[in-house]
């Protein structure tokens, strides 16, 4: 039995489905503070990071105030930390409108105005805005940990992924909207996104990228795991390995997935991620023509602070 066992949950779908629908609607008010930022290619200007506590929003400078979002998993609350003070608001069993009531109540003291738009996104079915959203949603910790860990340990694994690549990435982190954990390499070649797609899907494929991450899953797609795809989508992505046991193209989806359960039966989960993304990467070179020169050396900054550079570093994988 992998060692691993022990370290990564085990994560069922069925299990996580209402506490992820709970925080995905959540995430998404202080979220939207994110949308007033300069917009950066692949929107990498509102991905929310991986704490040791839970999510949180960038820092945010406005002209009256400067303040960050955290939505703690691990407490139960939600910390709106500013340069005029602090507030918590708790996360319990109530309704997204009335989490939403309290939230503008609380940056209202502290100097910050509502944010700008309380639309609901990229989650079918759901009411229009936040205070539409009146089901009660109950808070589950154990959840909630879960949630955490599994975020926790794949953001580790791709922040490492991501380390020695050398054109634009935007910070690892969970994009509010999907809510997906996302890390994407970018190279400056302009596509052509679909018409038919909303403005912000179009927005998101401006040029081509390379995506991989981790999800919780989907109604229509119940599996947690991690995924990859190439933008646009290359020929040739059928029959090849990507790395680690498991791991498996699906056309239907134009996602290269691999499962959660897969993973933690990995001897190292951690390394099998930069394996997996590794793959990917190679099959955007291979298939699409990305450049095989992108990527710098894959080692600690202690190493890097006492090796003069060479020529050998630009080769190390």
């Not at 925080?23 to 300069?38: A, H, I, M, S, W």
């Not at 947690?224 to 390995?241: N, T």
Request: net charge negative; charged share 20%; glycine share 8%.
């Amino acid at each position: 039995m992998s060692t691993s066992l022990h370290v990564w949950p085990r994560l069922v779908y069925e299990d996580l489905a209402p506490m992820v629908a709970y925080v995905n609607r959540f995430v998404q008010v202080g979220g939207k503070y994110t949308l007033d930022e300069p917009f950066e290619v692949g929107w990498g200007n509102i991905v929310l990071e991986v704490t040791p506590r839970g999510l949180r929003t960038p820092t945010l400078r406005k002209r009256d105030v400067t303040f960050t979002v955290h939505y703690r998993l691990l407490d139960g609350d939600v910390v709106i930390e500013a340069d005029s003070g602090s507030r918590t608001v708790p996360l319990f069993d109530e309704s997204l409108a009335a989490f939403y009531t309290s939230f503008c109540t609380a940056v209202s003291e502290l100097g910050i105005r509502r944010p700008g738009s309380s639309l609901i996104c990229e989650i079918p079915d759901a009411p229009t805005t936040f205070g539409d959203d009146r089901v009660e949603r109950h808070w589950d910790r154990q959840a909630a940990r879960l949630m955490w860990s599994a975020l926790n340990l794949a953001a580790g694994g791709l922040e490492e992924w991501q380390a020695p690549f050398q054109g634009h990435r935007p910070r690892v982190g969970v994009m509010w909207g999907g809510f997906d954990l996302s890390a994407t390499r970018h190279r400056a070649r302009p596509t052509a996104p679909p018409a038919h797609a909303p403005a912000f899907v179009q927005n998101a494929q401006l040029e081509e990228y390379v995506a991989v991450g981790f999800t919780f899953g989907s109604p229509e797609a119940p599996d947690v795991s991690m995924y990859a795809y190439i933008w646009p989508q290359p020929d040739g992505l059928e029959g090849r390995s990507w790395a680690v046991d498991g791991a498996a193209w699906n056309p239907h989806a134009g996602l290269v997935l691999l499962p959660w359960a897969a993973l933690r039966q990995t001897a190292d989960p951690h390394q099998a991620i930069v394996a997996f993304g590794d793959a990917v990467y190679d099959a955007a070179v291979e298939t699409a023509g990305w450049p095989s020169d992108l990527m710098g050396p894959r080692c600690d900054g202690w190493y890097m602070s006492r090796t003069p550079p060479s020529p050998v570093h630009a080769q190390q994988r």
